[in-house]
């Protein structure tokens, strides 16, 4: 019994490793000839008479008539081109979509606009007020359906951010931004989520704790200890620690009802519109908040002029995929990095998990969600807040060749750790199967159900096909689609240099003259994307300058906007499959076939851009002049 569950578990680990080895083998039984095999035809004989009719018969008929496997390579491959085109498509409507409601929402959620400038010169973001925060910390408007006003200060939001030998002072830029939302001191306990084992993090937090005392509800933090059993080093472990650590704190059970865990990067740069759309979003809709996840954009738009081109294009290719799901109508919504989920839904799936497969952590928490809502509740909800995250990109401290070259390995290396999330794939596969296996029960992981008094599932609730059918076509987005489009690629523009077209059948032919114009309309679409990356990334950057402006804090992150650079830098993205291919496809090869043997990767913090220590703080703040003396 334990040899075949670990060898279904092994399985289910290497099915996109699997999958590449059958695209191999289904690309060499299909284009290798048969024509020439049976009849020994010379690849250069293609003059009728120097054979007799019976042989050219057979060898039109062989022609004409496709084997199994080219048949099935035909239909594949175009099927794959036909997917690689439908995602730039509709990245470039989510972009769309994601940027209209932004606008949207800043108008419906900033207190005042009036007499604010672009602090770039431009048209200001801002054209009028509708403020819908008062100072007794009450909501009322009539976009609110069951009642005139909610007390806001009952939502409380846990922000929980892990890291590990974070440079001192991303961390408080980070905390700076959040303390100059108008809720925070309200509603917002920070939880900074520490490693024991990092030698600097006791004095971090201790300068941190001094520094933000009164700038927030509350401010703690947690030591995840190292060598926990059954636990790999991570975001998600050191995530499960402090959550656990932050729910003690709630006792009471509307109280619990009313947390969310907002879970973030230590540089991530979130808008007070963020939490605004959250805590309205969690009372507007309280049939369905108990097991919503919320998800919202992501842009990297701090340092990426300082960065080599490579990289740059890398995370804007690493951000569209993000960007692709974020639209109304999507049944399948995955967040990237930054997301939200309330504490019962928590509780519901039993927390992050800790073990090798969970080192995707945003993807993990998505899908263990997504499966236990459906076995306990028949569904997740996943509600889109249109307020984009802000983030770095990879950097080096070096200048020069050195760091030109620091910062693309060390693009790879964090590249490599999100295709190692592929595992992710056979974890999905895994509880997919659960689902639809009428015969299994499932255990509830977290507190009893609302229908079963037992905390047990004596049936499985139909889960949605179609939804499955997305979640599937996602997933191969992710884990598949590059690697068998570049199988594909390379097979079929080998056989087709190497083979006379007359020895080619007619339909197989086809399938690969079509693929090759599919794979110019795929490029085209792809150049629409960046152009659209563009307008999103320019609104983003002028959105946030205005935002930092009316904080008080756009003097010290100046140098912290990455405004467009010209036509030079519009032309890299002509080259876009240099990246895609050293930062995606490569990596993730990689990471599939190394599953064939190991499940377990050593989990190494990507480099970030050191921040000069910062000086002029408010009087609640002390000034300091490093990340280790106050004055």
């Not at 024509?35 to 010379?42: E, N």
């Amino acid at each position: 019994m334990l040899a075949t569950t670990s060898l279904w578990a092994w399985c289910t680990r290497c099915v996109p490793a699997i999958s590449i080895v059958g695209v191999i083998i289904l690309s060499l039984l299909a284009l290798t000839d048969p024509v020439t095999w049976l009849f020994a035809i010379p690849k250069d004989s293609t003059d009728p008479a120097t054979h007799p009719i019976e042989y050219q018969e057979d060898r039109q008929r062989l022609l004409d008539d496709l084997t199994v496997a080219q048949f099935f390579f035909a239909v594949y491959t175009v099927v794959v081109h036909v997917v690689a085109i439908g995602f730039p498509l509709r990245v470039c409507y989510s972009l769309g979509q994601i940027k209209a409601k932004a606008e949207s929402v800043i108008l419906q959620y900033t207190p005042s606009s009036r007499g604010c400038k672009s602090p770039n010169g431009g048209k200001a973001v801002l054209r009028q007020t509708l403020p819908p925060i008062d100072t007794s910390g009450t909501y009322r408007g009539s976009g609110l359906k069951l009642q005139p006003t909610y007390n806001l200060s009952n939502v409380v939001h846990v922000i929980l951010i892990p890291n590990y030998k974070e440079d001192i002072e991303t961390l408080r830029e980070t905390l700076d931004v959040l303390a100059s939302h108008g809720q925070a001191r309200l509603s917002y306990d920070i939880w900074l989520a520490m490693e024991e084992k990092d030698p600097t993090a006791q004095t971090v937090v201790e300068e941190l704790e001094k520094v933000f005392t009164r700038s927030f509800r509350n401010i703690q933090y947690s030591m995840h200890p190292s060598g926990l059993p059954g636990e790999v080093q991570g975001k998600s472990s050191n995530i499960s620690w402090a959550a656990r650590k932050a729910a003690e704190q709630f006792f009471d059970q509307q109280a619990r009802r009313d947390c969310i865990f907002t879970v973030m990067d230590a540089d991530t740069h979130l808008s007070r519109n963020y939490f605004s759309q959250l805590t309205r979003k969690h009372l507007e809709f309280p049939e369905t908040a108990a097991t919503t996840l919320y998800a919202c954009p992501v842009i990297f738009d701090r340092n990426a002029h300082r960065v080599p081109g490579f990289v740059r294009l890398a995370d804007v290719i690493w951000s569209a995929a993000g960007l692709s799901g974020l639209y109304e109508a999507s049944t399948i919504v995955i967040p990237t990095s930054v997301y939200s989920i309330p504490l019962t839904l928590v509780e519901l799936v039993g927390g992050w998990d800790t073990d090798a497969m969970s080192i995707g952590e945003d993807l993990h928490m998505y899908l263990k969600c997504y499966f236990v809502a459906a076995a306990a509740v028949g569904t997740l909800k996943v509600r889109i807040i249109y307020s984009p995250a802000s983030q770095s990109n990879i950097s080096s401290d070096n200048s020069g060749m050195t760091g030109w070259l620091e910062t693309v390995h060390a693009r790879y290396r964090q590249a490599l750790r999100h295709m190692w999330g592929a595992l992710d794939t056979g974890y999905a596969f895994g509880k997919a199967w659960s689902l639809i296996m009428p015969s299994r029960l499932i255990a509830s992981t977290g507190p009893v159900s609302p229908t079963h008094s037992d905390g047990k599932l004596s049936f499985v609730p139909p889960v949605s096909l179609s939804s499955l059918v997305i979640l599937a076509h996602r997933l191969f987005e992710a884990h598949f689609l590059l690697i068998h489009l570049l199988v594909l690629t390379i097979s079929t523009t080998i056989y087709e240099r190497a083979t006379p077209a007359v020895l080619i059948p007619p339909l197989l032919l086809f399938a690969i003259k079509l693929t090759g114009a599919l794979r110019a309309v795929g490029y085209l679409s792809m150049l629409c994307v960046f152009f659209f990356y563009e307008r999103y990334h320019a609104f983003c950057v002028q959105a946030r300058e205005e935002e930092m402006q009316r904080a008080g804090l756009y003097e010290r992150m100046r140098e912290n906007f990455s405004h467009q650079q010209g036509w030079q830098h519009s032309l890299l993205y002509f080259i876009f499959p240099i990246p895609g291919t050293l930062f995606g496809s490569f990596p993730l090869l990689v990471a599939e076939i190394s599953h064939l043997f190991t499940a377990t990767l050593e989990y190494k913090v990507s480099k970030k851009p050191i921040l000069a220590p910062s000086v002029a703080r408010d009087s609640t703040h002390l000034q300091v002049t490093s990340a280790g003396d106050r004055v």
